[in-house]
């Protein structure tokens, strides 16, 4: 192309006038790929948004791996109180990427997406902060079972619910630890063994998720309940959620013997205090968010 020729853009092509006759130049546009999960905090909440929505969702190894990442980021900074996911598009996500689960990808590299699938699902229970769901849409086998392991769920009117695996040869057996643990057995097993989809109003009965709401009122709502939790002390909060989810796996006298246990030591904490002395001064309390002790 001639020094000093005067181009313009037109679709993929370049339009260059030179000295010599008109000429068009292909060009192309190297663009950064789009991130598979986004992820801003404001406030003491982190919202993590699944961002692929020509794929569904799909929790892919590489989905899985960056909302891992965006879990574990700073989770112990004082600063995070609470973290949303939610999702791009009409589909919350439509579970595994079955692409991925061919056997050209091979044993190895299977084991290791339900490795990292599972790691993420109990990443979510374990971590100090609650994590919510916020549902716009349909959300199917693997993406159920991540709504079954946030620790709250919010999901508009038009939402749905299903592990269809059974119907495509691979049976949603790792969905099933999540919501088997959520709903009532035989409502799981008719999930399990039809694949069909349940309503947003059927999963709020069988306490799959906690609310439904118009969709006009899910960012409303879904903000509501994490900056109720950002009004709590942090290491309480903590201290209650890890405390939940170890009495849950209990018979019931070991379950109290851990709850009260953990109830003392509630109470040895500096923030524990703090709470029962401005409840009797009939204040606001001012919490510390440190795992201080006012006692031992």
């Known amino acids: 192309m001639a020094r000093g020729a005067l181009c313009r853009a037109v679709g993929v092509f370049r339009l260059c006038r030179t000295s010599a006759p008109l000429t068009w130049t ?18 003491g909440i982190r919202r993590i948004t699944l961002n692929n929505p020509r794929k569904r969702n799909a929790l892919s190894l590489s989905m899985l791996e960056s909302l ?68 716009n849409g349909v959300a199917t086998a693997a993406g159920c079972q ?44 008719e999930m399990l063994f039809t694949g069909t989809p349940i309503s947003a109003h059927d999963a709020l009965l069988h306490g799959l998720i906690s609310k439904v709401v118009p969709e006009e009122q899910l960012e409303e709502e879904t903000m509501a309940i994490a900056q109720r939790v950002c009004q709590a002390s942090r290491p309480v909060v903590a201290l209650g959620k890890a405390t939940f989810q170890r009495q849950m796996a209990q018979g019931r006298d070991a379950a109290y013997a851990t709850a009260s246990k953990v109830m003392v030591d509630n109470l040895a904490l500096r923030d524990g ?18 795992v201080d002790k006012a006692h031992d």
């Not at 620790?151 to 059974?166: E, R």
């Open 68 to 135: 891992r990442e965006n879990i574990l980021t700073d989770v112990d900074s004082d600063d995070l109180r609470v973290i949303i996911i939610s999702a791009k598009g009409p589909v919350f996500s439509s579970g595994h990427d079955l692409k991925e689960l061919t056997s050209t990808q091979g044993r190895d590299y299977h084991t290791k997406v339900f490795h990292t699938c599972a790691e993420v699902m109990t990443l979510i229970q374990d971590i100090p902060v609650p994590v919510i769901a916020m549902v």
């Open 146 to 189: 991540l709504v079954a392991s946030c620790d709250v769920a919010v999901a508009t009117q038009k939402s749905t619910f299903a592990t269809p695996g059974v119907n495509v040869g691979l049976f949603c057996s790792t969905p099933a630890v999540a919501i088997g643990r959520a709903v009532p057995r035989k409502v799981a097993m």
């Open 273 to 290: 205090q703090e709470g029962i002395r401005a409840f009797i001064e009939k204040r606001k309390p001012v919490w510390s968010h440190k």
């Open 26 to 43: 292909r060009f192309y546009s190297h663009t950064e790929p789009e991130p598979l999960t986004l992820r801003q905090q404001s406030g």
